[in-house]
């Protein structure tokens, strides 16, 4: 089995910088996949990014290219997501994913779930 555990999420004023956090526990391949969503207050959860720890590879849903960058560290199978220059749109719980493979960016194909970080950005 895998747990994911998020941290660092928080308010900030519009224009600011959080740093997400996901710890994964239990995985052993290297096509692991680590990728973070978000659903806000009435809306669907959405894909924000994710990362193939042990590729490296990484793949960004299209309008937060540039904002958000998605790093990780296979050693400690851990994986950061760097959100600068946040707008109140950004306002969302956050929630950490894992899948063994594959490319599939929708949220029904990952397997495991963090139980998800608040994020709130105010103008």
């Known amino acids: 089995q895998v747990q994911l555990v998020e941290s660092g999420g928080g308010s900030v004023q519009a224009g600011g910088s959080l740093r997400l956090s996901c710890a994964a526990s239990?995985?052993?391949?290297?096509?692991?996949?680590m990728g973070w969503f978000r659903q806000a207050p009435g809306k669907e959860r959405e894909f924000v990014s994710a990362?193939?720890?042990?590729?490296?590879?990484?793949a960004y849903a299209e309008s937060l290219k540039g904002r958000f960058t998605i790093s990780g560290d296979n050693a400690k199978n851990t994986m950061y997501l760097q959100m600068n220059s946040l707008k109140p749109e950004d306002t969302a719980d956050y929630y950490c994913?894992?899948?063994?493979?594959?490319?599939?960016?929708?949220?029904?194909?990952?397997?495991?779930w963090g139980q998800g970080t608040q994020v709130t950005v105010s103008s």
């Open positions: 994913a894992a899948k063994w493979d594959g490319t599939t960016w929708t949220s029904a194909a990952f397997n495991y």
């Open positions: 239990g995985r052993t391949a290297n096509t692991f996949t």
């Open positions: 990362i193939r720890l042990g590729l490296g590879t990484t």
